[in-house]
Every structure is written in structure tokens, then in C-alpha cells.
């Protein structure tokens, strides 16, 4: 009896998303039916338009790649006890900052040109995210807010770019094409969308972000100083060192995420680049439970929903009804406690009978 | 298995959606439907033709700028027609439209060279022109505002069209009105559209042009919670009854007879790619009919841009488009 217990709130990193996903997708169902559609139409069309074609499934997995990445960067914040909402500004000036090196890269061969690309995302993202740990350090500024800022820094910096000094010809807010070299290869290729190498690059990451917080020195000190930041200092970790350090390792993965979108899908910057995913991220890491693993499986899941939802529209149904089941996704995740002890009484009443 | 429950959803997908009729569908840019102007235009241009013709109408909101290349496909796939909008959409549309040499897109705002797209391009400029005189005409601080989306071709024809308008006026009536410009750097966001129009108000600006789609709502709920003596012009659609009194006009490009017309040729067997360029002249651009403001208005400026109007329409008045353009136009001498 207590053994199954202990069993279930260990495992609670998996009920909990997966039983947010099933209540979400069940009460989006009843808002369809309300609105008079019908859900197995549109789930069907959901599934179609994120699996059902090689077209679908490439699609999926392009939007999954940054998103991934988004979310590792914002969940890693959250171990070190950091609230990274500058995702969005660190995503930005890392595919800012790698754009203009790749269109420098025409001389260098490919073996050279894509690992500077990626290294040079990454330090564009975690210098601008270092800003915030800094000021946090330096002088109390809660890193919400200065990332919040930054982002908006960083929003209008690159429009200022890609409108004047690195406009390419034509009028629209897009930078010039990056050199061929500093492109990752296609994998796959099915009509006008294709499958770049940058999904490698993802789960990389998630490996990598896994080793570092669960497997090494430095890991365990972030997550000390993000537990109980006195006490870790009491215990010799040094809070000003790590949180610096954990907001530039976010703001890398960020910055990354940012350099995917220019390697593999649009090869240039382009206006509003950005988008939302830096915010997906805090949706990503909070349904992942910031775990590199869970976040993986978060990010694909706010990928196929989001592919998806396109293909709901073909079927007749708006794609709002996405942004409702995302919406209760998260809320039941937030306020997992509640759940948690839902189910606790579930279980107690079935073990009374 | 579950290849054949694929199989089965994508029939009835298929069925769903394609009857005996032309289907129709239509992919918005990331401002989507609800815009009250650009989006929502195109949108009742399909339901236009939906109501006269034989047609379905079928709608894909884009949610984020790399969704353009899916959802044109998947609704190249399924349906006849595709409507594209915006100019933004131009790179994916040239990327997709060539596979599908069956179906046929309708382009607003953009060029794309395939048989199969028929571009529609406007004069933003003239209409622009109209309610930027009518603008410095009216403005009781000397000082005007232009808010626009992002710098691209169309919004820039707007800006130009707008401060070629308000030159006009000075040059002809002696006077010297000011025009304060910004870009808001999105299509999509009505609160920095308004911050950056109470921004121009507090410099002092009285009347200012939104060219910015949903942002542009920002403009108009500015000049609403400004109060009296603040006015917003309107664009794309007819935007006078959303704060009536508070918007003065509105510099219409009727982006839904363009649909219309669009769909129309391909019922009719007429369509043919290439491009349409929609003017004053032909009524594809205007100025909205003023229905809350026009009292406001003396009878002489009404006058005035009747004259002007002709000498568009006419050739005599070639208002500019781009900023070279706008740097070397010279006032016509007209005679009211």
C-alpha cells in the first residue's frame, strides 16, 4: 500500500502532463461540441496534420527543433531557481549575431562554418542573458524584469537591423542569405518544407543539459544555489558565480534555438523571427516538469498540437480551440497539487470500498 | 493499421472539403481574421464570391511566419483556389505555388511569377495622398501622424502617398504641417500600436494614419481615449464606425473586390496569371464615405480633394510611392 504510494508521487513527473493532456483534450471536446463541431473530426484532422504525412511529420519535428531548445533554455533557469522570461530577446540576438557571421562564412568550408555558427548563437544568447544574472548579482534586479526588458531591447534592435544597416534588397525586414556552408543539410525533403539537421542539434541538447544538471559538479551547484541559496553558500557554493552562470548556459540554449531557425528553415533573418517561442518555452518547461527528457517530450507535444492545428482548421474548427487546450494543459500542470490530491482522494475512496 | 486509419482520416478530410463545387480557401498572414482591415477584407471578398458563386469558403489563420509554407500547401492540396495575402507571404507562396500548377492562387500585395498566381497590387499611395490632405487640412496643432506596421513595400507606399498628401497641402495653401512617422515593427500587436500613437499625440500631433493592420486598432482607441479634437484615420477597410467621430476617414484599398474579382475569373474561365495593379481610377482605392465626420468637415476642402482626385485619376497628379520618389516630387501647379 505505502509502497505503491511513494511509487506514484515518484512517478508524478509523468501523471501529472500526461493526465493534464487527456482532462485538456477532453474538455477542448466538450467546447467543440458546444460550438457545434465535431471532436473526433477535428482530433482526427489533429493527428492528420501533425503525423499523417511525411509533409506533416517534417513540419512537426522543424517546429519541435527550437522549441526544444526553448524550453531546456527555460527549464534550466527554473532548476537554478531563475525565472527566465528573456528567452524570446537571447533567442533573437543569437540568430541576429549567427546570421550576420554566416553570411560572412561564403570562404570556409562546412566543417568550420557550422560550428562557428552554432557557437556564435550560443554566445550571443548567453551574453545578453548574463546581463540579467549580472544585474541580478551586482545590483537585486529580479532577473523578470530585466529579461522582460531585454527582450524588448533586443525585439527592437533587430528591427532596426533588418529594416537599414542589414536589410537585404527588396523592401522586406529580412537580413541577407547566410552563406551554403553555414547551412545544415536537409534530411529529408517532401514538397516546399524539409527536415534539417537542426533536430540533431536539439536532442543533443537535451542529453547534454541532462548530463550537466544531473551528472556534475557544476549542475549540482546550480541546482543548490536554486533549492536554498543560503544554504548553499553556508555549504562554500557561491550564489553570485552560479546564477551568472546559469542564465548564460539558458541564454546559450536560447540563442541556439534562434541559430536553428537560421540554419535549417529560413537561412537569413527574418522579421519577427522570434515569434512567441520564447515564451512557448515556459509553457514547454512547465509541462516537462524542467526535466531535459520531459522537455523533449513537452516540446513535441506543443509541436504536434501546434502542426495540427492547421490541419484542424482545413476540417472547419478555429485554430483558438489549440490556444484553449494549451491553456488548460498548463493550468492543470501549475496547479499539479491540486491534482495530485484529486487523485489522492480517487485512490483513497476506490481502497475504502 | 494505421496506415489505413491515415488512409481513412485523410479521405475524409478530402470529402469533407471537396464537393462538386470550387473550393476556395484562404490563408491568412499572422494578423488573421479580426483585424477589422486587412485579413478581414480578403475574408469577406471570399464570402462575397462564396454568396454569388458556387463556392466554398475555407479559412487557415497562420499563427507564426514559418507556418506560411504548410498551411499554403496543405490548402493547395485540398481546393482549387488558394487566396494568399500579404506581402510577407511572398517568398513561401513562390516556393509553393509551382508545385501545385493546378491550383490556382490569388496574391494580394505581392508579385510572384507563375502561371498559376494572379497578383494584385494596389496604389496605396493615392488614397493616402487624399486622407493625408484632408488630414493637414484639418489639424488644428500644425502637426500630423503616421503610424505603420513594418517598413514593407505596400506600408511604405501608405507613408509616402500620406506625407506627399500633407506637402501638397502646405505648398498650396501656404501652410507648414508637420508629419511625426513611426513603425511599430508589427502587424499584429494593437498596444504598441497605441503607446507609439499617444506618443505622437504628446508631441502634438492632433490626427494620425494607422497603416498597420490589427496594430492599427492600438491608433484608434488612442484618438477614442484621447477625446475630443484627437482623430485616427482608418486604413484598408471602411474603419469609420469603430470609434465613430473619433476616426476622420479612412484610406480604403478594397482588397475584397480584388479577391472577388480573383475568384470570379476562375469561375468564369478567365483567370490567367499575371498582375493586376488596382487604383483610384478604377476604384480599387479610396477614401471612405465619412459617414460620422463629415459635418466636421468646410465645404471647400471637400471641394479641394475632388479636385485633387481628378488630377490623380487624370495623370496629372502622379503621387509617390517610395522614398525617391517622394524626395523628387514636386507640387503640380493646380487651380481649385
Known amino acids: 500500500m505505502a509502497n505503491g504510494l511513494k511509487k506514484f508521487y515518484m512517478n508524478d513527473k509523468i501523471v501529472v502532463p500526461v493526465f493534464a493532456v487527456i482532462t485538456s483534450l477532453f474538455i477542448a471536446a466538450i467546447v467543440m461540441i458546444m460550438i457545434g463541431k465535431n471532436p473526433i473530426v477535428a482530433y482526427g484532422a489533429l493527428l492528420f496534420g501533425a503525423f499523417g504525412t511525411k509533409g506533416a511529420l517534417i513540419n512537426n519535428l522543424m517546429k519541435a527543433t527550437p522549441l526544444i531548445l526553448t524550453g531546456l533554455s527555460v527549464g534550466l533557469g527554473f532548476r537554478a531557481g531563475l525565472f527566465n522570461i528573456g528567452a524570446n530577446g537571447q533567442l533573437i540576438i543569437g540568430a541576429l549575431l549567427s546570421t550576420y557571421i554566416g553570411t560572412k562564412m561564403i570562404a570556409y568550408p562546412f566543417y568550420l562554418s557550422i560550428p562557428i555558427m552554432l557557437i556564435t548563437g550560443m554566445v550571443g544568447g548567453a551574453l545578453w542573458a548574463a546581463i540579467a544574472g549580472w544585474l541580478k548579482v551586482a545590483r537585486g534586479a529580479h532577473e523578470v524584469i530585466t529579461t522582460i526588458m531585454l527582450n524588448y531591447v533586443a525585439v527592437f534592435i533587430a528591427n532596426y537591423v533588418v529594416n537599414g544597416p542589414f536589410q537585404a534588397p527588396g523592401g522586406v525586414p529580412k537580413s541577407p542569405e547566410i552563406a551554403y556552408s553555414a547551412r545544415f543539410p536537409n534530411l529529408i525533403t517532401s514538397g516546399a518544407t524539409w527536415l534539417s539537421a537542426g533536430i540533431f542539434v536539439a536532442l543533443t541538447a537535451v542529453v547534454v543539459v541532462y548530463i550537466l544538471i544531473e551528472k556534475t559538479k557544476m549542475g549540482y551547484e546550480v541546482k543548490a544555489v536554486g533549492f536554498n541559496p543560503y544554504a548553499a553558500e553556508y555549504g562554500g557554493i557561491s550564489i553570485g558565480r552560479n546564477t551568472v552562470m546559469a542564465m548564460a548556459i539558458s541564454g546559450a540554449l536560447a540563442g541556439l534555438a534562434g541559430t536553428m531557425q537560421v540554419m535549417g528553415l529560413y537561412y537569413r533573418y527574418l522579421g519577427a523571427l522570434g515569434g512567441s517561442m520564447g515564451f512557448d518555452g515556459i509553457t514547454i518547461a512547465l509541462i516537462g516538469q524542467n526535466d531535459p527528457i520531459g522537455i523533449a517530450f513537452a516540446a513535441f507535444l506543443i509541436s504536434s498540437i501546434r502542426a495540427g492545428s492547421n490541419q484542424m482548421q482545413i476540417a472547419g474548427v478555429s485554430k483558438n480551440i489549440v490556444i484553449i487546450i494549451q491553456g488548460i494543459i498548463i493550468f492543470l500542470v501549475a496547479t499539479n497539487r491540486l491534482v495530485k490530491t484529486f487523485m489522492f482522494w480517487k485512490r483513497k475512496e476506490v481502497e475504502e470500498a | ?336
Open chain 2, 1 to 336: 493499421m494505421r496506415k489505413y486509419l491515415v488512409a481513412f482520416l485523410a479521405l475524409v478530410l478530402v470529402l469533407g472539403t471537396i464537393g462538386m463545387s470550387i473550393t476556395v480557401f484562404f490563408v491568412t498572414d499572422t494578423g488573421g481574421l479580426g483585424d477589422k482591415s486587412f485579413n478581414d477584407s480578403a475574408w469577406a471578398g471570399v464570402e462575397m464570391a462564396a454568396k454569388k458563386y458556387d463556392v466554398t469558403a475555407n479559412v487557415i489563420q497562420s499563427y507564426e511566419q514559418a507556418d506560411y509554407i504548410p498551411n499554403l500547401t496543405a490548402a493547395a492540396q485540398v481546393s482549387d483556389v488558394v487566396v494568399a495575402v500579404g506581402f510577407m507571404m511572398q517568398d513561401a507562396l513562390a516556393k509553393v505555388a509551382p508545385q501545385f500548377p493546378n491550383t490556382k492562387f490569388i496574391f494580394i500585395d505581392g508579385v510572384v511569377k507563375s502561371p498559376n498566381v494572379e497578383n494584385f497590387l494596389f496604389k496605396e499611395q493615392q488614397g493616402a495622398f487624399l486622407v493625408g490632405y484632408l488630414a493637414a487640412a484639418m489639424t488644428k496643432t500644425g502637426k500630423v501622424g503616421y503610424v505603420g506596421g513594418i517598413p514593407i513595400p505596400p506600408v511604405l507606399r501608405y507613408q509616402y502617398g500620406y506625407e506627399a498628401g500633407v506637402k501638397t497641402y502646405n505648398v498650396l495653401n501656404g501652410a507648414n504641417v508637420q508629419v511625426l512617422s513611426g513603425y511599430v515593427g508589427s502587424f499584429d500587436d494593437p498596444a504598441a500600436g497605441k503607446s507609439m500613437t499617444n506618443s505622437q499625440f504628446s508631441e502634438g500631433a492632433d490626427i494620425v494614419f494607422a497603416a498597420a493592420g490589427l496594430s492599427g486598432l492600438g491608433t484608434i482607441e488612442a484618438a477614442k481615449d484621447a477625446g475630443k479634437g484627437h482623430f485616427a484615420i482608418g486604413v484598408d477597410q471602411d474603419q469609420d464606425y469603430l470609434a465613430p467621430g473619433y476616426v476622420l476617414t479612412s484610406a480604403m484599398k478594397r482588397v475584397n473586390v480584388a479577391v472577388f474579382d480573383g475568384i470570379k475569373s476562375v469561375v468564369e474561365g478567365t483567370f490567367k496569371g499575371g498582375t493586376i495593379t488596382l487604383t483610384l481610377k478604377d476604384n480599387g482605392i479610396g477614401m471612405s464615405p465619412m459617414t460620422y465626420t463629415k459635418q466636421l468637415v468646410p465645404k471647400p476642402i471637400f471641394h479641394q480633394l475632388d479636385v485633387l482626385k481628378k488630377a490623380i485619376i487624370d495623370g496629372k497628379l502622379v503621387v509617390p510611392g517610395t522614398k525617391e520618389a517622394f524626395q523628387a516630387f514636386q507640387v503640380p501647379q493646380i487651380q481649385f
